[in-house]
C-alpha cells in the first residue's frame, strides 16, 4: 500500500500536478506512517506524529493554567517518547533550550527597573513564536526557536 501510494505521488510530480514541496511533504507523511508508533505499535497516545508534536509545542501554555504545568508536561511529552520517535526527540530538545533560553532572558529583563517593560515584549514573543513552532509541528516542519540558547544538543 505504501509503496502504490509512492509510485502514484511519484506520477502526479512527473506530470507536475504537484509542486517539489507538495512531494517531499507528502512523501514524509507516508513514509512517517510507521515512524509514529512506539514499540508496542501504539500511535503517540492515539495521536498522529504532527498533531503529537504540535500538542508538545502547545503545551507551554499550560502554565497558565496550572503553574509549572507549561514546563513540566513538554518535558513528559518529550521523556516518554524520545527513545522511539527521532522527530519526537528533535522537537524535544528545541523546546526544552528554548524554555530555559526565554527563562535566562525573562529573569535577568526583570532584575532591572528599565527591563520590566521589556520583560513584558519578551512574554508576548514567547507567546507569538510558541504559537509558530505549533502551526510549523502540525504541517509536518522543524522550526528552531529564534533567540535560543542550544544547551541541550
Aim: glycine share 6%; hydrophobic share 50%; aromatic share 10%.
Amino acid at each position: 500500500m505504501k509503496y502504490e501510494d509512492l509510485k502514484i505521488l511519484d506520477e502526479l510530480r512527473e506530470k507536475g500536478s504537484i509542486s517539489e514541496e507538495e512531494y517531499q511533504r507528502e512523501k514524509a507523511k507516508i513514509l512517517n506512517e510507521e515512524g509514529t508508533r512506539d514499540h508496542a505499535g501504539r500511535p503517540l497516545f492515539g495521536m498522529s506524529e504532527n498533531s503529537y508534536l504540535m500538542l508538545m509545542h502547545i503545551s507551554q501554555f499550560a502554565g497558565i493554567i496550572i503553574p509549572l504545568a507549561g514546563f513540566i508536561i513538554p518535558i513528559l511529552m518529550w521523556i516518554t517518547n524520545k527513545d522511539t520517535n527521532a522527530k519526537v526527540d528533535m522537537h524535544g530538545k528545541n523546546i526544552l533550550n528554548f524554555m530555559i533560553s526565554f527563562a535566562i532572558y525573562a529573569a535577568i529583563l526583570t532584575i532591572t527597573v528599565i527591563g520590566i517593560p521589556l520583560a513584558i515584549v519578551v512574554g508576548v514573543v514567547y507567546v507569538v513564536l510558541v504559537i509558530l513552532a505549533s502551526i510549523k509541528a502540525n504541517n509536518g516542519e522543524y522550526w528552531r526557536y529564534p533567540f535560543t540558547i542550544q544547551f541541550i544538543k
